[in-house]
């Protein structure tokens, strides 16, 4: 049978256990602990509560480029500028006045001024008397990452010729509009674009220069273009352009704008010679029918502005 002194020593062998005396242990940096984390190739450091550092693995050298010893026993005030060490600060509050763990990215710029994006996950630690004391840092770099998720993002949205939203993407972005619209927070027009006799131009020059005639007539659509207007590859020569917050006079002024801007540019050939192109465009307007009936509209707008010797603007 236990007797009472070998009860309390045991309950504080547990309670010390649960709370060890962490802030000592960490500023005593013990050599198997820094053994450990320097084994560990992500950037790892620890700081008190003051935001001084209180020490670091070598990975973490290498990601500040400072040693060690030029960071222990200094805070974020005296290693970064201003601005990031109050972005640093402040999270580091949050997590003192809200202990346990914390996740979050941000962009950085790295001390030779490469723009780094990075994961943080800190957790606090506390000292004996139960009082938050400081924290421990993990940090990984997500540059590559974010990278290849920007370059998906834009293949996933943009058309690959053209640089214009693609066919999904911009029937999603005209879906916003239109529930604006059915709201009745605003006007809107949806503008079917063909080029005219497109075939040709393939069958003159070859689908290179098609091609870069399809770049061109994006460009100058792109130019021609208002903030808000959608511009959107509807299909090999077909465009889309979701017009919101217009009235449908000036959609019907704007429709015409595009046209002429178009048959009035010509595009350089290597050659020096000039392509001319025009475009035929059908309009029609939002009168409570759903997005899909707005573009079968257009269509139909379209079509007969092709049957009216092509280069005009036809409503539906
Ligand atoms: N170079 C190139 N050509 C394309 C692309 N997508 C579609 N086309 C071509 O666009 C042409 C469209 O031809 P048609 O539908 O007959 O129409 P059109 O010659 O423009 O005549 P109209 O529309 O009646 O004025 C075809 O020759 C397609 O091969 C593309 O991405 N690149």
């Known amino acids: 049978m236990k007797n009472n002194s070998s009860k309390k020593a045991s309950s504080n062998l547990v309670s010390e256990l649960i709370q060890p005396d962490l802030l000592s242990f960490l500023s005593n940096n013990s050599p198997v602990l820094q053994l450990?984390?320097?084994?560990?190739?992500?950037?790892?450091?620890?700081?008190?509560?003051?935001?001084?550092?209180?020490?670091?693995?070598?990975?973490?050298?290498?990601?500040?480029?400072l040693t060690r010893k030029q960071l222990i026993g200094r805070s974020v005030y005296e290693?970064?500028?201003?601005?990031?060490?109050?972005?640093?600060q402040q999270a580091d509050q949050a997590l003192f006045d809200s202990p346990?763990?914390?996740?979050?990215?941000?962009?950085?710029?790295?001390?030779?001024?490469?723009?780094?994006?990075?994961?943080?996950?800190?957790?606090?630690?506390?000292?004996?008397?139960?009082?938050?004391?400081?924290?421990?840092?993990?940090?990984?770099?997500?540059?590559?990452?974010?990278?290849?998720?920007?370059?998906?993002?834009?293949?996933?949205?943009l058309d690959d010729l053209t640089g214009l939203y693609n066919r999904r993407e911009g029937l999603r972005q005209g879906e916003i509009?239109?529930?604006?619209?059915?709201?009745?927070?605003s006007q809107l027009a949806v503008f079917m674009l063909d080029v005219d006799y497109f075939k040709q131009v393939n069958d003159r020059y070859g689908h290179i220069v098609g091609d870069k005639a399809l770049q061109f007539i994006a460009k100058k659509l792109l130019s021609t273009s208002r903030m808000n207007d959608v511009l959107i590859r509807y299909g090999g020569e077909e465009f889309l352009i979701i017009v919101s917050g217009t009235s449908e006079g000036d959609a019907a002024v704007?429709?015409?704008?595009?046209?002429?801007?178009?048959?009035?540019?010509?595009?350089?050939?290597?050659?020096?010679?000039?392509?001319?192109?025009?475009?035929?465009?059908?309009?029609?307007?939002f009168r409570q029918q759903n997005l899909q009936t707005m573009i079968?509209?257009?269509?139909?707008?379209?079509?007969?502005?092709k049957g009216r010797n092509r280069n005009t603007v036809c409503s539906f």
Do not use: W
């Not at 192109?277 to 307007?285: A, D, F, P, Q, R």
């Open 254 to 285: 704007l429709a015409e704008y595009y046209r002429e801007t178009l048959a009035n540019s010509a595009m350089s050939l290597d050659d020096g010679k000039q392509l001319r192109l025009t475009v035929s465009i059908g309009v029609s307007y």
């Open 296 to 305: 079968h509209q257009a269509d139909t707008a379209l079509y007969e502005a």
């Open 36 to 65: 450990m984390i320097d084994t560990l190739p992500v950037p790892i450091f620890y700081k008190d509560i003051a935001g001084v550092y209180l020490g670091c693995n070598k990975a973490f050298e290498e990601f500040i480029k």
């Open 79 to 88: 290693l970064f500028d201003k601005e990031l060490a109050d972005v640093y």
């Open 177 to 185: 509009h239109h529930k604006i619209a059915s709201r009745g927070g």
């Open 100 to 157: 346990g763990n914390q996740v979050y990215e941000k962009q950085i710029k790295s001390l030779q001024g490469d723009d780094l994006f990075v994961k943080f996950h800190k957790t606090s630690f506390m000292d004996t008397d139960g009082n938050v004391a400081g924290l421990i840092g993990v940090i990984f770099d997500i540059t590559e990452q974010k990278r290849l998720e920007a370059v998906l993002t834009k293949h996933a949205t």
